[in-house]
């Protein structure tokens, strides 16, 4: 799957998880300001790891070499 | 912009609005509201006696009685553990302390140790005519009665006996005869309350003197003599009655400890209430110790800080106070201005508790700064898995927190040793921690160092059909790249390490860029809540282009080298950037158009530093010439000058003195602390790169020295002894050592490289009086 695509698919969950704890832990509008940070902080971070080491491997400069008693 | 402040405040950001408020209160109801107000436990109050000693204060005399009462009840504790008696503690009676019965038991427990004193010198007695007689110590032919020879017996104990003896040929000079033998079983000692063994002792000499001296020895070691007579039957005699006084001593003894058992069981399931009434009393006390008098001395005024939403509640109980005291006089509440800063009050729950508790080891917020606890409640699980990624061993985590946490509700009612308390407080930083260490075990693709095959296929494959080159060539890549994390052919590879190592400093580099952004931007939102705009334009714009124009230039070449797969030496094009910055980048250029950049970015970064250290000092100088203009001269000290000065603390107006050159300095410093903390900070971050770095290590050493050695054996000995070693390991070294070091080094990436972007911490926690509190303390 594509970066786009995948990036994509990290913004969904990221949407969906704020929709659920919405629902799930509707606390007023402040409260509801402060799990919602959570969770774009959340998704921002894991997004970010995956797509540095994604990037990372997209054109490498080296590439595996086996050590010998494979 | 407009889209933040359309927002509404957000939880956990700013701490509470506060409100310095002034209590009147009449004398009868003084007491009630305060008892009341320390049950809600939402007002701090402020000691306006505090240059007045403890002795000065008004209400010293119940204090000293509050003291003497809980001196009591620890003397019954006492007595209750001694004695060993079992009390269920009683939490729904509520009697009110009855003095008189605590009198009665404590006069039960005096007169018992005086009956234990009398028997054990009955016991001593018995055991050294006993002893005396069978050993026939005393047998001596008659010459020796015609000599003079007399003797002296008693009983002493065993540890003392050598001394006593050398003591006794010393002070004799070698003229006396010592004999002893062991008393055979324990007997309890009246004063320390414990069982000693003791020696039966007999010394012969003759003369007056020698008699006084050994007295007096005897006495200075605490040996109790007892006469014992010579003839046989009147040792008899003597033994007999001796036994008699004994039963009877042992059977008035077993009575008045039943008694006194009894009466301590009844007091004992009381005694943990009373405790703490007697604790909630003193509090009270010192509490109005705190206000003063008014002029008609009728009412106590007091004052404090309480949160603002906290107001009716107080009112509600203060009202309370007033029906229960049957005062004809309500009590006044009212605000008050202040111009000195509030306490920082955070209302968290159990989740929160733990991040904001982190966030204040470093420094207490100022009064409405922004919290840097909202963040660090991911970010701080975050770094802590980039440098601990494994998923087996975040598994392991994860079963721990979920351990503390399903049992939350026993262990929090139980006392926990330290280690384990803190654990217990942290159980859902663990957490977090833990399910942010399996996502990144996920994309790190380490299993206890082991890669697996999770997210489809390897993108690499052998050149040739027979692999032939593997070892020397290596692989090539033939597909899209692994579409989950790090590709699970490198793993055991000769250039994973190169491979790796590059990976990561360039990921914490990106993270560490970031994660500075965020801070400085944390300020631009601080500088606008307090309405700062000098801030702004003179220190959060000049801060964001000098950190970009040099470390997001750095994130940005990352992020193209790794799309283009261009060859060019990062290091080289940063250095030579500010070196030779109109030469030919040559086999370097990434992009079009990047000479030209560079000495954009460079001029930028040039310029901001003087912007960051010049303008602000001096506008700063000319505010503040506009504001005080004409009050230049000092203050006259006339009495006019009292009239405005009342008793109140808060309300001191300063006239400060603008020294523009401490000013500029500190400006100065700041300056310098952020161009400096640019470079030294984003290096700092490598340090995320290094744990992770030694982690994996660590991980695949246990695993291929220990393991896979182990199982390469037949034998199945050696294969579980190889497991346990490995589990041993892991659990100890990896999961124990390499969690605390991870946290810590997160924790100081967060207090240092995130918080100095924006954070103060220069304010005073919120210690509201409440009896909660007193009991947590008490613990």
């Known amino acids: ?70 | 912009m407009k889209f933040f402040n359309d927002l509404p405040p957000m939880d956990h950001f700013r701490s509470e609005n506060m409100s310095l408020v002034q209590l009147i209160m009449p004398v009868e109801s003084a007491q009630h509201a305060v008892s009341y107000l320390g049950e809600l436990g939402l007002l701090q109050f402020k000691d306006l006696n505090g240059d007045k000693s403890p002795f000065q204060r008004t209400f010293v005399n119940q204090v000293k009685r509050c003291s003497e009462m809980s001196r009591k009840l620890r003397f019954f504790a006492d007595q209750i553990s001694k004695a060993g008696v079992t009390t269920y503690p009683n939490p729904d009676s509520e009697e009110v302390i009855d003095l008189e019965q605590l009198e009665a038991g404590r006069f039960l427990g005096s007169a018992q140790n005086h009956l234990v004193m009398a028997e054990t010198e009955l016991v001593e007695n018995t055991y050294s005519i006993k002893n005396e007689d069978r050993l026939s110590l005393l047998e001596q032919p008659e010459p020796s009665k015609k000599a003079g020879l007399r003797f002296i017996s008693g009983i002493i104990c065993k540890s003392k006996e050598l001394i006593f003896e050398r003591m006794l040929f010393r002070a004799t000079r070698g003229n006396m005869f010592f004999n002893q033998a062991p008393a055979g079983e324990q007997v309890m000692d009246p004063v320390s309350g414990e069982m000693v063994h003791k020696t039966v002792f007999v010394v012969f000499f003759s003369g007056d003197q020698a008699r006084s001296k050994i007295l007096k020895i005897c006495q200075a070691f605490g040996a109790n003599c007892y006469p014992v007579p010579e003839e046989n039957n009147k040792q008899k005699q003597l033994t007999h009655e001796v036994s008699l006084r004994l039963s009877e001593l042992e059977a008035t003894l077993d009575a008045g400890t039943c008694h006194r058992n009894k009466a301590l069981a009844s007091i004992g399931s009381q005694l943990w209430n009373w405790t703490i009434m007697v604790k909630k009393e003193k509090s009270v006390y010192d509490t109005l110790n705190m206000l003063n008098f008014d002029v008609t001395k009728k009412c106590l005024v007091g004052e404090g800080w309480c949160p603002t939403f906290a107001k009716p509640q107080i009112k509600e109980a203060l009202h309370q106070a007033t029906i229960h005291s049957n005062s004809q006089v309500g009590i006044i509440f009212h605000d008050m201005d202040s111009s000195e800063s509030p306490p920082t009050y955070f209302r968290t729950n159990r989740f929160t508790n733990a991040f904001q508790e982190i966030v204040d080891a470093y420094g207490v917020a100022r009064f409405q700064e922004a919290n840097p606890a909202v963040y660090s409640v991911i970010t701080f699980p975050f770094l802590f898995a980039v440098m601990f990624g494994d998923w087996g061993h975040g598994l392991c985590l994860l079963f721990g927190s979920l351990v503390l946490i399903l049992r939350e509700k026993k262990l929090g009612s139980q006392k926990l040793g330290s280690f384990m308390e803190i654990a217990f407080g942290g159980r859902y930083v663990l957490l977090l921690m833990a399910f942010f260490s399996i996502y990144c075990g996920l994309i790190y693709n380490e299993f206890f160092s082991i890669p697996f095959y999770i997210f489809g296929e390897s993108a690499y494959k052998c050149r040739s059909t027979d692999c032939s080159d593997a070892q020397t060539a290596g692989l090539i890549k033939f597909r899209d790249p692994y579409p989950f994390g790090v590709d699970p052919k490198w793993r055991g590879s000769r250039s994973e390490l190169p491979f790796l190592n590059s990976l990561k400093m360039k990921m914490s580099i990106l993270l560490g860029v970031c994660q500075m952004n965020l801070g400085i931007i944390l300020s631009y939102f601080d500088a606008k809540f307090h309405g700062n705009p000098l801030d702004i334009q003179y220190q959060f714009i000049p801060q964001i282009i000098f950190l970009n124009s040099l470390f997001g230039y750095l994130a940005l070449l990352i992020v193209i080298k790794w799309c283009t797969g261009s060859q060019a030496d990062l290091y080289h094009v940063m250095i030579y950037m500010f070196l030779d910055p109109f030469g030919n980048l040559g086999e370097n250029q990434l992009f079009w158009g990047q000479k030209e950049l560079q000495m954009l970015l460079l001029i930028l970064a040039v310029v901001a530093v003087p912007w960051m250290l010049f303008p602000k000092p001096f506008i700063l100088k000319k505010q503040h010439t506009e504001r005080f203009q004409g009050r230049t001269y000092g203050f006259l000290g006339t009495s006019e000058m009292d009239l405005d000065h009342e008793p109140d603390s808060a309300r001191h107006q300063h006239q400060e003195d603008f020294n523009f050159s401490e000013v500029f300095v500190h400006q100065m410093i700041h300056s310098i602390e952020f161009v400096l903390g640019a470079v030294s900070n984003t290096a700092s971050y490598l340090r995320l790169w290094a744990l992770s770095l030694a982690h994996s290590e660590l991980s695949t050493v246990f695993y291929e020295k220990l393991l896979l050695l182990a199982w390469g054996y037949d034998s199945i000995i050696i294969r579980i002894a190889g497991l346990a070693v490995f589990a041993f390991a892991t659990a100890f070294i990896l999961l124990m050592m390499e969690t605390l070091s991870a946290f810590l080094h997160a924790l100081r990436l967060h207090w240092v490289e995130f918080m100095n972007k924006f954070y103060h911490g220069d304010g005073y926690k919120f210690k509201p009086f409440s009896f909660k509190a007193l009991a947590d303390e008490e613990d």
Do not use: D
């Open chain 1, 1 to 70: 799957m594509g970066f786009m695509a995948t990036s994509i698919i990290f913004f969904a969950a990221g949407l969906i998880a704020s929709l659920l704890v919405r629902l799930c832990f509707n606390r007023g509008a402040s409260t509801n300001l402060f799990h919602l940070t959570l969770i774009i902080t959340a998704t921002v971070c894991c997004w970010m790891m995956w797509a540095i080491v994604y990037l990372a491997q997209l054109k490498p400069l080296i590439v595996p070499i086996l050590s010998e008693a494979e």
